[in-house]
């Protein structure tokens, strides 16, 4: 009951800060926490962070930003899933690798979210939302440790 507090408390911090608002110029900037803190969990714990796990974040977020209701969680579900179904293989690689996996993983959300959104109100997609994932990429390493430090000083297993 303790690990699930604590693996919950990241993510509703990665929900709030998903959330909080920013100035409208860095707003092309905001990483994107809760896919961050979602992936960090899925290669660490991907029996206590699943699919259901994300899907529920995502719809979580998708009520509090007002987004196409199932946007965020199919988008986030997807990522969890492919990283879930690798696991194994992307923990054995360097924390830059997994920098470019992470990367590459948000700019495939950033692509469902459109998408959905798409087909829902038929708007335009905006390449200044892909500067996201250059932001996730540089700060996957920095999380990671950070992650890792914060799972093994409260022992979540």
Same mark, same amino acid.
């Given at each position: 009951?303790?690990?699930?507090? =604590?693996?919950?408390?990241? %993510?509703?911090?990665? %929900? ?19 896919? %961050? ?7 660490? %714990? ?34 969890? +899933? ?35 959104? +798409? ?20 700060? =996957?390493?920095?999380?990671? +440790?950070?992650?890792?430090? +914060? ?7």
């Amino acid at each position: 009951m303790k690990m699930r507090f =604590w693996l919950g408390l990241t %993510l509703f911090v990665a %929900l709030i800060s998903a959330i909080m608002p920013v100035p409208e110029w860095i707003e092309a900037f905001r990483p994107d926490w809760l896919l %961050l803190v979602l992936a960090y969990w899925a290669i660490a %714990l991907p029996n206590r962070v699943n699919v259901g796990s994300a899907w529920t974040c995502g719809l979580v977020l998708d009520v509090l930003q007002g987004a196409v209701l199932g946007a965020n969680a199919l988008a986030l579900s997807v990522v969890v +899933y492919v990283l879930a179904l690798h696991f194994q293989k992307i923990r054995n690689f360097s924390v830059w690798q997994q920098a470019i996996i992470v990367a590459l993983l948000s700019i495939m959300v950033k692509v469902l979210g459109y998408w959905m959104s +798409y087909l829902a109100y038929d708007i335009q997609f905006d390449e200044q939302q892909l500067w996201g994932a250059l932001i996730n990429f540089l700060l =996957w390493p920095w999380l990671f +440790y950070l992650m890792r430090r +914060y799972r093994r000083h409260f022992k979540i297993r």
